[in-house]
Structure formats: structure tokens, C-alpha cells
């Protein structure tokens, strides 16, 4: 199987699962995410699905999420009132804890406040997301205030970190958040504690969040080549 019928099998098959009819629904960000939002907006269309409301957790999100007619709210609209029964979500990395790195699409602030308001959170990822340790291949990324970059690099440093500025493409200049601010790619030389890191990184002043996704033990779907899905508790 090719990555993208992986990516399709993954979030359809987490939709199929877990999504039912009445349910408030956080809709993820990425590449696999963007299959279960699609499938959810098919099974909406069919009529198989019914009176579902939904909080996107990017500008991706709803863009895809209005193209398909999903009802889409705020967090803080009547309709959500701040809480969500499922949110299903990729990820950069995913350890045997089930504690995860997100934030590669530049999404995690959003991504971190749908998912910690979900009664239920599931991970959508191929397999070859599943790592020993997190942070030392595919950098954490981490938000922050753009007048706060230099200090939370020297910060970071002495943590022991390796942070770069993420850089746009096809735009001069730094990345901007969709809430205007800028993001680091952050790389550990050594395991890390990522449970200690998550709290730790949101001490630093002008840090607006970090990609670890520590405090909630979502079911990860795993997608994999040999076309089988696995499911983890
Ligand atoms: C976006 C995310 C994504 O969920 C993560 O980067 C995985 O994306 P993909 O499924 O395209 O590999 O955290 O901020």
C-alpha cells in the first residue's frame, strides 16, 4: 500500500470506529486527519450520519469541514460549550505510552486546547510515527510570541535543545501561526522526559505552546503497509 492509501485507510477506519450520530467532534490537522474529516463529511452526506457538531482545529480543518457541509462551531459556541466527546488528531510521533508529538503543520495550539477539552482523543499515524523516544527525530515544535524568540532560544539551549525558527516556503521569512505568532523546531541531543517537558516549556515567558501532548492516553490507530489497522487502548 502505497502512504496515502495508508493515510486513508487510518482515518477512515478511526471514523468507522468511533464517530456516532449526535456526537461533538474535534476535527485534526495533517495529511491523515484530513481522511477522517472527509469521511466524516461523506457519511454526513449519505444520511448515515446525523446531527453532528464540530470544532475545527485549524484553518485546513475548516476549510475541508465547510467543503463537506459538517457543521462547524467554536469551542465556545452553546452548541460545544467547551467540551467535545471525541477529537481524532494525527501526529508527528507516537511512544509506547501513547504520548505524542503534534504540531508538524503548525497547528498545535488549537490542536492541544481541542484535544485537552475531548472527553476521548484518538491518534491517526502510519506506522512509521511509532518511536522509542520522543523528540529526537522529528523536532517538537513550539509556539511563541515573536518578540520573545532570541530569550526562548537561549532558554532552550540551556536546556540542552537544538531550537531553529521555522521557516516559510513560498513566503520570505518566518512561518506565522494562524494566531500571529512564530514557531521553533526543537530537537533533543538525549531522551527526554516528555510529561516533564510539556509543563516545563510553558514556564518559559512568551512561549504560547509545545508540541508534546503528554496529559491524555489517546487509542492510536496505527495504518500499515501490509493494508492492517491496528488499534491500540
Ligand atoms: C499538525 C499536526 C499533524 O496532525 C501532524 O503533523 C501529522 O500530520 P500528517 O498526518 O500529515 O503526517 O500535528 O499540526
Same mark, same amino acid.
Given at each position: 500500500?502505497?502512504?496515502?492509501a495508508?493515510?486513508a485507510?487510518?482515518?477512515?477506519? =478511526?471514523v ?10 474535534g ?6 486527519a484530513l ?8 457519511l454526513l452526506r ?6 453532528i457538531?464540530a ?17 462547524l462551531f467554536?469551542l ?6 467547551g467540551?467535545?466527546?471525541?477529537t481524532?488528531?494525527g501526529a508527528?510521533e507516537?511512544?509506547?505510552r501513547h ?6 503543520g503548525?497547528a498545535l495550539?488549537v490542536?492541544?486546547? +481541542? ?7 484518538? +491518534? ?6 511509532q +518511536?522509542?523516544h520522543?523528540?529526537?527525530h ?6 511563541l ?7 526562548v ?10 531550537a531553529?525558527?521555522?521557516? =516559510?516556503?513560498?513566503k =520570505?521569512?518566518?512561518v ?7 514557531l521553533?523546531?526543537?530537537?533533543f541531543k538525549?531522551?527526554v522526559?516528555?510529561?516533564?517537558l510539556?509543563i ?5 515567558p512568551? +512561549?504560547?505552546a ?13 495504518g500499515?503497509a501490509d493494508?492492517?489497522?491496528d488499534?491500540?487502548?
Amino acid at each position: 500500500m502505497d502512504q496515502q492509501a495508508i493515510k486513508a485507510m487510518t482515518g477512515k477506519g =478511526a471514523v468507522e470506529a468511533l464517530v456516532r450520530s449526535g456526537m461533538k467532534l474535534g476535527l485534526g490537522t495533517g495529511s491523515t486527519a484530513l481522511y477522517a474529516v472527509r469521511h466524516i463529511g461523506a457519511l454526513l452526506r449519505a444520511g448515515t450520519l446525523r446531527d453532528i457538531r464540530a470544532v475545527p482545529t485549524s484553518y485546513q480543518a475548516l476549510i475541508e469541514g465547510e467543503h463537506w457541509g459538517i457543521p462547524l462551531f467554536t469551542l465556545n459556541a452553546p452548541e460545544i460549550a467547551g467540551t467535545l466527546d471525541l477529537t481524532i488528531d494525527g501526529a508527528d510521533e507516537v511512544d509506547s505510552r501513547h504520548y505524542c508529538v503534534k504540531g508538524g503543520g503548525g497547528a498545535l495550539l488549537v490542536e492541544k486546547i +481541542v484535544a485537552y477539552a475531548s472527553a476521548s482523543f484518538a +491518534v491517526v499515524v502510519d506506522e512509521s510515527k511509532q +518511536v522509542e523516544h520522543l523528540g529526537l527525530h522529528f523536532p517538537v515544535p513550539l509556539e511563541l510570541i515573536p518578540e520573545a524568540r532570541i530569550p526562548v532560544m537561549k532558554t532552550l539551549e540551556a536546556l540542552g535543545a537544538e531550537a531553529q525558527l521555522r521557516e =516559510a516556503l513560498r513566503k =520570505a521569512g518566518p512561518v506565522i501561526t494562524e494566531h500571529g505568532n512564530f514557531l521553533l523546531d526543537i530537537r533533543f541531543k538525549h531522551p527526554v522526559d516528555p510529561a516533564a517537558l510539556e509543563i516545563e516549556l510553558n514556564q518559559i515567558p512568551g +512561549v504560547v505552546a509545545n508540541g508534546f501532548f503528554t496529559r491524555l492516553r489517546p487509542r492510536v490507530f496505527i495504518g500499515r503497509a501490509d493494508g492492517t489497522l491496528d488499534i491500540r487502548e
